[in-house]
């Protein structure tokens, strides 16, 4: 057999994305919803995708949810794309913004797909950490960095993942106006915040608002995410996205979802009654530092984070390993599960505590 040629020179140091996934009991890993789409929901979807003609080709755009987006946010058609996911239109945008010769801004510790595509696609990462107090942005470098007038795009998560904080609106609002750099603000948990920065969306061409309902809407395994932005920034996005890849089934289950979103508001409000629970329980631990979170799920540092996550998994419950990063050590983040799920998370995560208390006697 013949040898292969080696790869793109843009692959040289990445790593396949692994969301460390594993089997157990009490899932609490990936912020997904802890709880499946409502009864009355699954039913219509039923209905609808018994009707589907599988042998035909779906609309391309998808221009029915589309509509009823655009509707949902009051924006029109023209303002709205909508992806395999949030995921896939993150890679789109960077595909148009970003590539050989050209430059985007990460603020770290983040979502790791921003520099992972840009890194793909040649694009050179301009890194700004957040701060290692609060994660909170380093509000002045980000602004005098865009004002240079070099930057193509900026990603900014709010809340973002993994640490949970929001952006201030009126930084939102300053970075679109001091340059022409594309601000892709990702609210991929807006739902569980009372913030969005899509008021700014009539004012300023130069703003992406991403959202998914993979999260809220319990539709992580669908694979839907869309986007709102001007329509010159979207018809730039067309010229790249692939056209099919927002398939038929995923199109009919999104559209009576998003018709029936109502329905999800319950859930969405116990994520968040829960959430401050857990926050406010997670305080009374003396080991464990909280950071406050907007999102459905919560950050907190903890000393020995590896070996505390080995031994709640151990117990069953499985939550994400941060604790060894660049940009962010010894710390775990905690999807908000159901009142029974974020019960027993509490008590594994005290007796594991004082497990490891005695061993270090
Ligand atoms: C989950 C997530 C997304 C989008 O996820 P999809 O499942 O691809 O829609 C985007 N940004 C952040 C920060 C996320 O956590």
Aim: charged share 25%.
């Amino acid at each position: 057999m013949k040898t292969v040629r080696v790869e793109n020179n843009n692959l040289v140091g990445l790593e396949p994305y692994d969301p460390k996934y594993l089997p157990a009991e009490i899932m609490m890993s990936a912020n997904e919803s802890p709880v499946d789409i409502p009864a009355q929901v699954r039913m219509a979807i039923n209905s609808a995708v018994s009707s589907l003609a599988f042998n035909r080709y779906p609309d391309p755009l998808a221009n029915t949810l589309r509509d009823e987006i655009a509707a949902w946010h009051g924006v029109k058609r023209e303002n709205v794309l909508v992806g395999n996911g949030g995921d896939e239109l993150l890679l789109d945008i960077a595909l148009v913004w970003g590539g050989k010769g050209r430059k985007m801004i990460d603020c770290p510790p983040t979502f790791s797909v921003y520099s992972t595509n840009a890194t793909l696609l040649g694009t050179e990462v301009v890194n700004i950490p957040r701060s290692m107090e609060n994660f909170s942005l380093d509000e002045e470098s980000i602004i005098s960095r865009v004002q240079s007038g070099d930057i193509d795009y900026l990603h900014i998560c709010s809340p973002n993942n993994p640490t949970g904080n929001l952006v201030s609106i009126s930084f939102v609002e300053e970075l679109l106006n001091v340059s022409d750099t594309l601000l892709v603000l990702d609210e991929a948990y807006g739902e569980f915040c009372n913030q969005t920065a899509e008021s700014l969306l009539s004012m300023h061409k130069n703003l992406v608002v991403l959202h998914t309902l993979s999260k809220a809407y319990c539709l992580a395994g669908v694979r839907l995410g869309y986007i709102l932005a001007h329509e010159d920034v979207i018809k730039e996005l067309l010229r790249v996205r692939q056209p099919y890849s927002v398939d038929a089934v995923s199109q009919v289950i999104a559209l009576q979802v998003v018709e029936q979103r109502e329905a999800f508001s319950p859930d969405i409000e116990q994520i968040i009654a829960e959430r401050n629970r857990l926050e406010s329980e997670l305080s009374t631990i003396e080991e464990i530092k909280v950071y406050p979170s907007q999102a459905n799920y919560i950050l907190i540092g903890i000393d020995n984070a590896a070996e505390i996550w080995q031994r709640l998994y151990g117990k069953g419950v499985l939550v994400r390993d941060f604790s060894k990063g660049h940009y962010i050590q010894d710390c775990l983040r905690i999807t908000v599960g159901t009142a029974e799920e974020n019960t027993r998370l509490l008590s594994a995560l005290k007796e594991v505590i004082e497990e490891e208390q005695e061993n270090l006697w």
